[in-house]
């Protein structure tokens, strides 16, 4: 599908939609994308657990997404 395409599209979809939700979300996603965003600056107290987490994953101190999904199991059947 051609760029050209998928522009009168999408133009179609919104021409037909009524959902308003939909449209304030694609109205944003779309201004958004055309605009320059600013980077997002953390705060000392979030630098200090990221860098608390590094060190904790460096030493080993973590679960595998499996072995946190046996430990949920684990509580949930209790």
């Known amino acids: 599908m051609s760029t050209t395409e998928i522009k009168e599209k999408l133009i179609r979809q919104i021409r037909n939609s009524e959902n308003e939700d939909l449209l304030e979300e694609l109205y944003h996603f779309l201004n958004e994308d055309n605009s320059f965003q ?3 600056e953390l705060s000392k107290v979030q630098i200090l657990a990221v860098e608390e987490a590094r060190a904790q994953f460096e030493k080993g101190l ?17």
């Open 38 to 40: 600013k980077a997002y």
């Open 62 to 78: 973590y679960l595998s997404n499996e072995k946190a999904n046996q430990d949920i199991e684990k509580w949930l059947k209790k």
